[in-house]
């Protein structure tokens, strides 16, 4: 019997137009360099981005530090009576590339749209940083953005992570650190299409092997970059693994 064809939909003209004129695909013999130079051309323009009190740091947290942040605040935070949510919020780009500026109003988006105190995190990147480089960074901000909520004018008891592709992957992981090492107290966790397995015999791995953005030579980069040993099993890594433990398994 034929396997019945899976419709899909065309992509928007509009963003059809944008992938023509910026294409993203590449491969690890391209190079990190290449990826990150694509990313840094698209750009919003400035007048379109809401307008937001903003403040740079370097923060500290242990052992670790010189970690850049951006912290937003929502517009009218000056009038809000009493402690506003925080939002830790990690960017996407294949733990390869991305940084505070390329997803700059990504994190006024959600500023705005939660009405939050966001707090976007600049972790080190891979292949120069490898895993676990990355997930310490991110892990630190979320206990230094826990310990100093209050000086931010942030509640921390309402505090959430959040993030896109890789970033979810990173907002997930910080979910199972807070839970495995009593807190700090999360509310909420916004997760972007996040990366979470690294099983490429899935369907939408396979149906997907040759898609206009993220393709299968993308795919392969960013793991040999950012896990160039890869363990399945470290949840640190990829936060939903296989149920070969009972520990790894969801509750019945």
């Given at each position: 019997?034929?396997?019945?064809?899976?419709?899909?939909?065309?992509?928007?003209?509009?963003?059809k137009?944008?992938?023509?004129?910026?294409?993203?695909?590449?491969?690890?013999?391209d190079?990190?360099e290449?990826?990150r130079?694509?990313?840094?051309?698209?750009k919003?323009?400035?007048?379109?981005l809401?307008?937001?009190?903003?403040?740079?740091?370097?923060?500290?947290?242990?052992?670790?530090?010189?970690?850049?942040?951006?912290?937003?605040?929502?517009?009218?935070?000056?009038?809000?009576?009493?402690?506003?949510?925080?939002?830790?919020?990690?960017?996407?780009?294949?733990?390869?590339?991305?940084?505070?500026?390329?997803?700059?109003?990504?994190?006024?988006a959600?500023?705005?749209?939660a009405?939050?105190?966001?707090?976007?995190?600049?972790?080190?990147?891979a292949?120069?940083?490898?895993?676990p480089?990355?997930?310490?960074?991110?892990?630190?901000?979320?206990q230094?953005?826990?310990?100093?909520?209050?000086?931010?004018?942030?509640d921390p008891n309402?505090?959430?992570?959040?993030g896109?592709?890789?970033?979810?992957?990173?907002?997930a992981?910080?979910?199972?650190?807070?839970?495995?090492?009593?807190g700090?107290?999360?509310r909420?966790?916004l997760?972007?299409y996040?990366s979470?397995?690294?099983?490429?015999?899935l369907?939408?791995?396979t149906?997907?092997?040759?898609?206009?953005?993220?393709?299968?030579?993308?795919?392969d980069?960013?793991?040999?970059?950012?896990?160039?040993e890869?363990?399945?099993?470290d949840p640190?890594?990829?936060?939903?693994p296989?149920?070969?433990?009972?520990?790894?398994?969801?509750?019945?």
């Amino acid at each position: 019997m034929t396997e019945p064809t899976i419709a899909r939909p065309d992509i928007d003209p509009t963003f059809k137009t944008l992938l023509d004129a910026f294409p993203m695909t590449f491969s690890a013999a391209d190079g990190v360099e290449v990826a990150r130079s694509r990313l840094r051309l698209l750009k919003v323009p400035p007048e379109m981005l809401p307008d937001l009190r903003i403040e740079d740091r370097t923060i500290r947290h242990g052992e670790i530090g010189d970690i850049p942040v951006r912290i937003y605040w929502p517009a009218g935070d000056d009038e809000v009576d009493g402690p506003m949510p925080v939002i830790v919020f990690y960017h996407g780009g294949g733990f390869a590339f991305g940084d505070l500026d390329t997803h700059d109003p990504v994190a006024r988006a959600h500023a705005v749209g939660a009405e939050a105190i966001v707090v976007s995190v600049d972790y080190r990147l891979a292949p120069e940083h490898p895993f676990p480089a990355g997930v310490d960074d991110c892990w630190a901000a979320l206990q230094w953005v826990a310990e100093n909520a209050e000086e931010l004018g942030g509640d921390p008891n309402r505090i959430a992570v959040a993030g896109d592709s890789a970033g979810g992957n990173l907002a997930a992981v910080m979910a199972h650190l807070a839970r495995d090492n009593d807190g700090p107290a999360l509310r909420f966790q916004l997760l972007w299409y996040p990366s979470v397995t690294a099983d490429l015999s899935l369907p939408s791995y396979t149906e997907n092997a040759f898609a206009p953005m993220l393709d299968g030579d993308v795919i392969d980069a960013f793991l040999s970059w950012y896990l160039p040993e890869l363990d399945t099993t470290d949840p640190k890594a990829l936060p939903t693994p296989s149920c070969s433990t009972p520990r790894a398994c969801p509750p019945n």
